[in-house]
């Protein structure tokens, strides 16, 4: 089917310029491992894993054939005083590959869901130890945390916060960690550890007994990858434990692999007390996302209600769906049998190689990246966030799919990918960035 024979009228996209969109559509209509493809047949190298939430590549027939059996053994099973096997077996299966300790698991449809739970979950976890003044939460600027209201207000990102200031909750920030010493850095940069220390301040100023918990991307992703510095998760983990405070890694982009181990958390060795998780739970085919907490966590809620009602009075009619919780399954054993983490940590050289030969382009500024994912800033244009969308609409046209917000691009993609995949997206990112007249 051609583009311009499908009636557009009607669909409101999201994160979209829904004008420039009917201009110009710029449309996927059937994708395969590493590629997509347009309604007119042409090939789209997939450079972002969909939107990262797609590592074994696109059209797994593993995943296709266990939601087929799924939905004609058990299509819908809700989990409010019922359950379902297949929820239990996923739990445990996703207790077995999260840090130790990190083994009760509440299930929603998206990683904005996962973020609202979190937040409730760290309220009734504070609540139900007596400590009900814990209101308060802690982000970054430049922080992403989805799209809903709890999620809304950690944002640290202007343009997403910006319109809803008037239903947000009670978050104050930290500093973000990317400084001008750290451009063209490979990995963890050297210093900055000390940032760590806005939290300690923040105690000090709204008194750390006020804090239920401070939230974190690991790499900050959907800024344009920004990688912690050595020692700053570290700090951040001792800070908390000294203010009693909840430390929650929102893991929704770096989880199952990203980083090249199951959970950046065992790639960074800090271990928080709360991760969320979705994208690559199922390998993008069906939404879905978890939060995993500490099992002292989940106790302390179940241990402080003594009537007959829920303890956490919260859930949504889709979590622990049996269809995805059969893809999650079904994906979870393609990442075992693939062996696709230590896929990723044995891929991330050559990736990161190529990222780095991107750097005396004229489009690029800054180039940041940690196992298989990478951001490459842009030198901006007249106006902010205008040279990301045009080179991303320009990169399509030569046949890459990237991920820009403003004026960064994120590079992060599949383990599947093979070598050559990632030098043909290269090759692209050359041509595009390497002319000086966008």
């Given at each position: 089917m051609m583009h311009n024979s499908i009636n557009m009228d009607h669909h409101w996209l999201p994160f979209?310029?829904?004008?420039?969109?009917?201009?110009?559509?710029?449309?996927?209509?059937?994708?395969?491992?590493?590629?997509?493809?347009?309604?007119?047949?042409?090939?789209?190298?997939?450079?972002?894993?969909?939107?990262?939430?797609?590592?074994?590549?696109?059209?797994?027939?593993?995943?296709?054939?266990?939601?087929?059996?799924?939905?004609?053994?058990?299509?819908y099973s809700p989990h409010f005083q019922r359950a379902a096997p297949v929820s239990f077996a996923l739990a445990e299966r996703l207790a077995a590959i999260l840090p130790d300790g990190i083994d009760r698991v509440f299930f929603g449809s998206s990683g904005s869901e996962a973020v609202d739970s979190a937040m409730k979950i760290a309220i009734a976890y504070h609540r139900a130890k007596g400590d009900a003044q814990r209101t308060r939460f802690v982000s970054r600027s430049w922080a992403y945390h989805g799209v809903n209201l709890g999620g809304t207000s950690l944002a640290g990102m202007v343009g997403n916060r910006r319109e809803y200031s008037g239903i947000t909750c009670d978050v104050v920030h930290m500093r973000h960690t990317w400084n001008e010493d750290q451009r063209f850095t490979r990995g963890q940069p050297e210093t900055g550890a000390e940032l760590a220390e806005d939290l300690a301040d923040l105690c000090r100023t709204y008194g750390g007994e006020t804090i239920a918990a401070v939230f974190v991307e690991p790499i900050a992703g959907s800024i344009g990858t920004i990688v912690p510095p050595v020692g700053y998760l570290k700090r951040l983990r001792e800070i908390a434990d000294e203010n009693g405070i909840l430390l929650i890694f929102d893991e929704v982009i770096t989880g199952f692999g990203r980083t090249g181990s199951a959970f950046a958390s065992q790639e960074f060795a800090v271990t928080p007390d709360i991760i969320t998780m979705a994208k690559a739970l199922t390998n993008g085919s069906v939404p879905m996302s978890a939060v995993a907490v500490k099992t002292e966590i989940q106790q302390a809620v179940l241990d402080a209600i003594t009537a007959d009602r829920p303890e956490l009075m919260h859930g949504y009619t889709y979590s622990a769906h049996p269809v995805a919780c059969a893809a999650a399954l079904a994906t979870l054993d393609i990442y075992e049998k693939d062996g696709l983490f230590a896929r990723s940590k044995a891929l991330s050289q050559t990736f990161l190689d190529g990222v780095f030969g991107l750097r005396n382009l004229p489009q690029v500024a800054d180039l940041r990246g940690y196992g298989m994912m990478s951001g490459i800033q842009l030198k901006p244009g007249s106006v902010p966030g205008e040279k990301g969308s045009i080179i991303q609409r320009l990169l399509f046209k030569e046949g890459l799919h990237l991920k820009a917000t403003g004026d960064a691009l994120i590079f992060a993609p599949a383990f599947v990918s093979s070598e050559k995949d990632i030098g043909r997206m290269l090759e692209v990112l050359q041509k595009v960035l390497g002319r000086a007249d966008h």
């Amino acid at each position: 089917m051609m583009h311009n024979s499908i009636n557009m009228d009607h669909h409101w996209l999201p994160f979209t310029n829904n004008k420039l969109f009917h201009k110009e559509p710029q449309i996927f209509a059937r994708a395969e491992g590493v590629r997509y493809w347009t309604p007119e047949g042409n090939e789209i190298l997939d450079g972002a894993s969909g939107l990262f939430c797609c590592p074994a590549g696109h059209g797994r027939r593993e995943i296709a054939d266990a939601v087929h059996a799924q939905l004609l053994e058990l299509d819908y099973s809700p989990h409010f005083q019922r359950a379902a096997p297949v929820s239990f077996a996923l739990a445990e299966r996703l207790a077995a590959i999260l840090p130790d300790g990190i083994d009760r698991v509440f299930f929603g449809s998206s990683g904005s869901e996962a973020v609202d739970s979190a937040m409730k979950i760290a309220i009734a976890y504070h609540r139900a130890k007596g400590d009900a003044q814990r209101t308060r939460f802690v982000s970054r600027s430049w922080a992403y945390h989805g799209v809903n209201l709890g999620g809304t207000s950690l944002a640290g990102m202007v343009g997403n916060r910006r319109e809803y200031s008037g239903i947000t909750c009670d978050v104050v920030h930290m500093r973000h960690t990317w400084n001008e010493d750290q451009r063209f850095t490979r990995g963890q940069p050297e210093t900055g550890a000390e940032l760590a220390e806005d939290l300690a301040d923040l105690c000090r100023t709204y008194g750390g007994e006020t804090i239920a918990a401070v939230f974190v991307e690991p790499i900050a992703g959907s800024i344009g990858t920004i990688v912690p510095p050595v020692g700053y998760l570290k700090r951040l983990r001792e800070i908390a434990d000294e203010n009693g405070i909840l430390l929650i890694f929102d893991e929704v982009i770096t989880g199952f692999g990203r980083t090249g181990s199951a959970f950046a958390s065992q790639e960074f060795a800090v271990t928080p007390d709360i991760i969320t998780m979705a994208k690559a739970l199922t390998n993008g085919s069906v939404p879905m996302s978890a939060v995993a907490v500490k099992t002292e966590i989940q106790q302390a809620v179940l241990d402080a209600i003594t009537a007959d009602r829920p303890e956490l009075m919260h859930g949504y009619t889709y979590s622990a769906h049996p269809v995805a919780c059969a893809a999650a399954l079904a994906t979870l054993d393609i990442y075992e049998k693939d062996g696709l983490f230590a896929r990723s940590k044995a891929l991330s050289q050559t990736f990161l190689d190529g990222v780095f030969g991107l750097r005396n382009l004229p489009q690029v500024a800054d180039l940041r990246g940690y196992g298989m994912m990478s951001g490459i800033q842009l030198k901006p244009g007249s106006v902010p966030g205008e040279k990301g969308s045009i080179i991303q609409r320009l990169l399509f046209k030569e046949g890459l799919h990237l991920k820009a917000t403003g004026d960064a691009l994120i590079f992060a993609p599949a383990f599947v990918s093979s070598e050559k995949d990632i030098g043909r997206m290269l090759e692209v990112l050359q041509k595009v960035l390497g002319r000086a007249d966008h």
